[in-house]
């Protein structure tokens, strides 16, 4: 059997519990995790899940190297999903990202096709008035307004923009240079949060060389201008030089 390791990453942390944070052994399938792999015409596959997300029933909707999966809020397979659990995507693609899209659907990236941003409900159907975003670039991640705008963080080169689509995925061309915010090539971002002001948040790393990096969190403003009251310029930096590793997470409390 397979360890879905990268899957029990994103996994792992609704089912922890409270008090003394130890893995909740009566989840899944063996003490605390899921397992399972593919059987097809009598042959078993790996399977590689990279991402989750909560359903409001409890249910668990992970993406993979072409497989959507859909988990009971007890971490096994439901079977009600396809028959099977899980539904395998053809031609195959690498969905490394999944997101809530604000109106019951999901958003889900195809790293391998180029770029492709799609849309599916709950049960892993492609949503038909969602127009698919193509484009031959890589997108490091992605959010959602509470309008339900979706803004992609691109990175090529090392150099890092923000596109912005529409809730029904055509390029909103009234937002930046037709549709794009220029991040510039000073900073790696990894993440992007959008708060419910629609002001956008950074997280990434200045590397200043292959030994010295430091934290990066930016702020932009909802028109995607640098807040230049937010940290120094619009931009925190760790001091000090500390070495930081390649990636970083970030999130807004209520309070902001």
Known sequence: MNKLLPFLVFLLPFRFLAQENLLDTSFGTNNG??????????????VTLFDSTKLPN????AVGIGLIARFTPK???????HGTGYKKITPLGNYNQ?????????????????????????DGNYVSSFNTFNQTLSYVDIDVDLAGN??????????????RLLPNGI?????????????????????????????????????????????????????GVL?????????????????????????????G
């Open 98 to 122: 999944i997101k809530s899209a604000n109106d019951g659907n999901y958003l889900i990236i195809d790293g391998a096709s180029g770029g492709k941003i799609e849309k599916i409900d709950g």
């Open 150 to 163: 979706i803004y992609l963080l691109k990175a090529v080169n090392f150099s890092y923009g923000i596109i």
């Open 171 to 223: 390029l909103d061309t009234t937002y930046g240079t037709n549709g794009e915010i220029n991040l510039g090539t000073t900073y790696r971002y990894s993440k992007i949060i959008i708060n419910d002001l629609n002001e956008i948040f950074l997280g990434g790393r200045q590397q200043i060389s292959t030994t010295n990096r430091r934290i990066v969190v930016s702020k932009l403003n909802s028109s």
């Open 75 to 81: 971490g096994f397979l439901d079977t009600t999903f």
């Open 227 to 255: 807040d230049t009251n937010f940290g120094s310029g619009g931009h925190f930096t760790y001091q000090g030089g500390q070495y930081v590793g390649d990636y970083t997470h970030i999130d807004v409390l209520s309070n």
């Open 58 to 61: 409890g249910n668990i909707l």
């Open 33 to 46: 995790y899921t397992e399972f792999s593919l059987n097809s015409g009598g042959k078993v596959s790996s």
